[in-house]
T-cell receptor, first 118, second 111 residues
Framework: GAGVSQSPSNKVTEKGKDVELRCDPI?????LYWYRQSLGQGLEFLIY????????KSGLPSDRFSAERTGGSVSTLTIQRTQQEDSAVYLC????????????????FGAGSRLTVL | AQRVTQPEKLLSVFKGAPVELKCNYS??????LFWYVQYSRQRLQLLLR??SRESIKGFTADLNKGETSFHLKKPFAQEEDSAMYYC?????????????FGEGTQLTVNP
């Protein structure tokens, strides 16, 4: 598509439930990122996928968080047994390959999925 | 490890006044620095990057490796500059790496 698409745009859930957030990156973009945006916390890195390489999961805050990227395109971020502190906007971003050649580590962001855990 | 610090969470100036949003970083290698902006009800988007050495919407930012800073400046602020600004850093040595963001500065330009 023309941009990075995320769904749902808004999700309200009860504490303890599982949620799935979806990201559809720009076609041809090999790198995909998930960030969490919380008030006062800035943008917190969660996970990064690059092509067929093993993902960088070092930002996932707990084992309740997981993400996968199927076929090198769509990604799903899953939060199990949600807690109130998981409430935030979850942003997905993608970028094209050849970062080192062009020096263009420029991310295109989606509109985000706002998660509210009651 | 890479770290980005934006010491001001909130910054308020009057229209026509100069504005400077501070950004300091910590990184042992050769960094790439960026400024991203998020206007109200819009997506986060790139404003400028140090490699390009360009001025966007009147904003400039110079990478100062001695002071490990990448402050964003504009000589005459406009009301439409009101937004959340994030400074970001990535390392240039690795073939793929995360982009680390600061906590952001909410800029308000008053009429």
């Amino acid at each position: 598509g023309a941009g990075v698409s995320q769904s749902p745009s808004n999700k309200v859930t009860e504490k303890g439930k599982d949620v799935e957030l979806r990201c559809d990156p720009i076609s041809g973009h090999t790198a995909l990122y998930w960030y969490r945006q919380s008030l006062g916390q800035g943008l917190e890195f969660l996970i990064y996928f690059q092509g067929n390489s093993a993902p960088d999961k070092s930002g996932l805050p707990s084992d309740r968080f997981s993400a996968e990227r199927t076929g090198g395109s769509v990604s799903t971020l899953t939060i199990q047994r949600t807690q109130q502190e998981d409430s935030a906007v979850y942003l997905c971003a993608s970028r094209p390959r050849d970062r080192l050649r062009t020096g263009a580590n420029v991310l295109t962001f989606g509109a985000g999925s706002r998660l509210t855990v009651l | 490890a890479q770290r980005v610090t934006q010491p001001e969470k909130l910054l308020s100036v009057f229209k026509g006044a100069p504005v400077e949003l501070k950004c300091n970083y910590s990184y042992s290698g050769s960094p790439e620095l960026f400024w991203y902006v998020q206007y109200s009800r819009q997506r986060l988007q790139l404003l400028l990057r140090h490699i390009s050495r360009e001025s966007i919407k009147g904003f400039t930012a110079d990478l100062n490796k001695g002071e490990t800073s990448f402050h964003l400046k504009k000589p005459f602020a406009q009301e439409e500059d009101s937004a959340m600004y994030y400074c970001a850093l990535s390392g240039r040595e690795t073939s793929g790496s995360r982009l680390t963001f600061g906590e952001g500065t909410q800029l308000t330009v008053n009429p």
